[in-house]
């Protein structure tokens, strides 16, 4: 069984950037076909994809939010990781990492349990 773990800051300060990680075990994140996304929820909303890396490495972000996204990976380590610049409290939400199968970044079959990042002075 696959499972998909966030890590990483719950209060982060306006201007500054987020760091999450996403660990993942039972599966390897170089696996041939998955893609390997960041999903948030701000509170009482909706869920908003931000990004993924796929197996091969390479990496597509929402048109909103690529201007401050960049995300990578540690193969060695079966990790990617997220890095969200310039925050504001509107980035306030609980951060998601999750897999797609057979290239459909839209669709998820595996999700972390969330982690919340609050942004505030």
């Known amino acids: 069984q696959v499972q998909l773990q966030e890590s990483g800051p719950g209060l982060v300060k306006p201007s500054q950037t987020l760091s999450l990680t996403c660990t993942v075990s039972g599966g390897s994140i170089t696996t041939n076909s998955y893609f390997w996304s960041w999903i948030r929820q701000p509170p009482g909303k909706g869920l908003e994809w931000i990004g993924y890396?796929?197996?091969?490495?390479?990496?597509y972000y929402s048109p909103s939010l690529k201007s401050r996204t960049s995300i990578s990976r540690d193969t060695s380590k079966n990790q990617f990781t997220l890095q969200l610049g310039s925050m504001t409290p509107e980035d306030t939400a609980v951060y998601y990492c999750?897999?797609?199968?057979?290239?459909?970044?839209?669709?998820?079959?595996?999700w972390g349990q969330g982690t919340q990042v609050t942004v505030s002075s």
């Open positions: 890396i796929a197996f091969s490495g390479s990496t």
């Open positions: 999750a897999r797609s199968p057979d290239r459909r970044w839209y669709e998820y079959d595996t």
